[in-house]
Nanobody, 124 residues
Framework: QVQLVESGGGLVQAGGSLRLSCAAS????????MGWFRQAPGKEREFVAA????????HYAASVKGRFTISRDNAKNTMYLQMNSLKPEDTAVYYC?????????????????WGQGTQVTVSS
């Protein structure tokens, strides 16, 4: 089992940047495929980005590709999401998630463990 805690959310103006962190505890962090999802008010939770166990393979939603960068530091048991050129439509609660199997990067159902979320608000 792994416990996940997100941090780094906040209020930022459009065009600004934020870096989210997801700290993991419990079983070996490097054994988990990791992902970021987000949920805006009144909308379903959606995939944002995912990263392989080694960090070599990354995947992004079309809406964030080129603006967001996912990374991980297995020595620090931490995953990151660098968010640049933020837009008001990026406003959401951001969740990190972990899966111990090699399921879909993009599907919520493939992830067994979730953090509590961190709020990101982008003002226009």
């Amino acid at each position: 089992q792994v416990q996940l805690v997100e941090s780094g959310g906040g209020l930022v103006q459009a065009g600004g940047s934020l870096r989210l962190s997801c700290a993991a505890s419990g079983r070996t962090f490097s054994s988990y495929l990791m992902g970021w999802f987000r949920q805006a008010p009144g909308k379903e939770r959606e995939f944002v980005a995912a990263i392989s166990r080694s960090g070599v393979d990354t995947h992004y939603a079309a809406s964030v590709k080129g603006r967001f960068t996912i990374s991980r530091d297995n020595a620090k048991n931490t995953m990151y999401l660098q968010m640049n050129s933020l837009k008001p439509e990026d406003t959401a609660v951001y969740y990190c998630a972990a899966q111990s199997y090699s399921g879909s990067y993009y599907s919520m159902g493939a992830y067994r463990y979730w953090g509590q979320g961190t709020q990101v608000t982008v003002s226009s």
